[in-house]
């Protein structure tokens, strides 16, 4: 393992680790159902601890990359040709997945409960006290931890701003940008977006999409200088954007000295081993808000969101809106803090994307079996 851990930087060494593996992973170095080195192995190769890379192993378990068996090691259960189909997989159009749990998010109501008595009994009265503005220290910590190991997305607690749910985090949005009068969205695009910016008394310039994001005349056609996007995955289109496409978002941005509205719903459930990129994780030019909540990977009553502030825009914020009470309450802030912290929110989602993938997986199989019955 020709792997260097850079000591002095702040990424720490089991997230240096688990991308160097999770890169191998992905381009076959370790194929599909060969075995990693032992950890002891991986330790002395690499220099650092043995709980270093018992915790990178943990999260490439966690997100799907590899399974471990009881006395054999660790083994790759990433198929890179899962999502490298034919031409006839990329054409099929695949079902919803309906939850099939006892709660409406699919988020399993003994866990929340289990983790609700926890919070109760570890906390007790300090749920009845009032929320800092922005949101707690412990959910916010929770949040940017979650956001180092899932997206690469790596920020300080200060960045998070947490709110109930994407509408009021729009409405907050409007306050800051409010000075810019326009904004560029998505047509089609969530109706609700335009309708809580022009309640705020933000013009809407609606730019048409193609089959991988809104077309590049479009957005060389409007003067606005804030652009709300949902990349990942357009809500009616289904649209997601390609990495050139999000580049162009960037530059976009960069040349009139704008500001992107990275709308992040769904993204957690993708039917991908490998998540799509953010446009935060991959530019340097601190113009990208990012806006993400909860309501779609727990349930539609877990009114949580929260979006993460450039830091050259925090001064701004807290001078223009510093002054808003935060809209969640501790308790439930605390509750999902406790289920980021302790993996159960992580699991879930791990559960719920291999439940996917077996469905899509099941069809393409189905398909395929049609084709050669005729």
């Given at each position: 393992?020709?792997?260097?851990?850079?000591?002095?930087?702040?990424?720490?060494?089991?997230?240096?680790?688990?991308k160097f593996i999770k890169q191998d992973i992905l381009s076959e170095v370790y194929p599909y159902g060969s075995r990693l080195p032992s950890k002891r192995t991986i330790a002395e190769e690499t220099g650092v601890s043995v709980v270093t890379v018992e915790h990178a192993i943990a999260l490439l378990?966690?997100?799907?990359?590899?399974?471990?068996?009881?006395?054999?090691?660790?083994?790759?259960?990433?198929?890179?040709?899962?999502?490298?189909?034919?031409?006839?997989?990329?054409?099929?159009?695949?079902?919803e997945i309906q939850p099939q749990s006892s709660s409406v998010g699919d988020f399993p109501f003994s866990v929340f409960a289990k983790t609700m008595r926890k919070v109760l009994n570890h906390y007790?009265?300090?749920?009845?006290?009032?929320?800092?503005?922005?949101?707690?220290?412990?959910?916010?910590?929770?949040?940017?931890l979650y956001l180092a190991r899932s997206r690469g997305i790596f920020v300080k607690p200060l960045q998070i701003i947490v709110g109930s749910g994407a509408e009021y985090l729009?409405?907050?949005?409007?306050?800051?940008?409010?000075?810019?009068?326009?904004?560029?969205?998505?047509?089609?695009?969530?109706?609700?977006?335009?309708?809580?910016?022009?309640?705020?008394?933000?013009q809407c310039?609606?730019?048409?999409?193609?089959?991988?994001?809104?077309?590049?005349?479009?957005?060389?056609?409007?003067?606005?200088?804030?652009?709300?996007?949902?990349?990942?995955?357009?809500?009616?289109?289904?649209?997601?954007?390609?990495?050139?496409?999000?580049?162009?978002?960037?530059r976009w941005a960069k040349q009139r000295d704008g500001f992107i509205i990275e709308?992040?719903?769904?993204?957690?459930?993708?039917?991908?081993?490998?998540?799509?990129?953010?446009?935060?994780?991959?530019?340097?030019?601190?113009?990208?808000?990012?806006?993400n909540t909860f309501s779609k990977t727990i349930a539609p009553s877990m009114r949580i969101g929260y979006m993460i502030l450039p830091e050259k825009l925090l001064e701004d914020f807290q001078r223009r809106l510093g002054f808003?009470?935060?809209?969640?309450?501790?308790?439930?802030?605390?509750?999902?803090?406790e289920l980021l912290r302790n993996g159960d929110f992580e699991r879930h989602i791990n559960r719920v994307r291999r439940k996917k993938r077996k469905a899509v997986n099941a069809v393409g199989n189905d398909s395929l079996n049609n084709e050669k019955s005729f």
């Open positions: 393992m020709n792997y260097h851990i850079d000591t002095r930087s702040s990424v720490p060494a089991y997230m240096q680790l688990y378990s966690e997100e799907g990359y590899i399974e471990t068996r009881q006395r054999s090691g660790c083994f790759v259960i990433y198929n890179k040709s899962d999502f490298h189909g034919t031409p006839l997989l990329k054409s099929i159009t695949f079902p007790g009265n300090r749920i009845f006290v009032k929320s800092p503005n922005s949101g707690c220290d412990e959910l916010r910590t929770e949040i940017c729009y409405g907050l949005i409007a306050q800051l940008f409010r000075d810019r009068k326009k904004f560029a969205l998505e047509q089609p695009s969530y109706d609700k977006i335009r309708k809580v910016y022009e309640a705020m008394g933000i310039d609606m730019l048409s999409m193609t089959q991988d994001g809104i077309a590049s005349k479009e957005l060389e056609r409007t003067d606005a200088t804030v652009l709300h996007v949902t990349p990942f995955n357009s809500f009616p289109s289904g649209v997601t954007a390609g990495i050139s496409k999000k580049h162009e978002y960037l709308d992040n719903y769904d993204s957690e459930l993708t039917v991908s081993k490998k998540p799509e990129d953010p446009l935060f994780s991959i530019t340097t030019d601190s113009n990208v808000v990012y806006v808003y009470s935060c809209t969640v309450p501790v308790f439930e802030q605390l509750v999902l803090a």
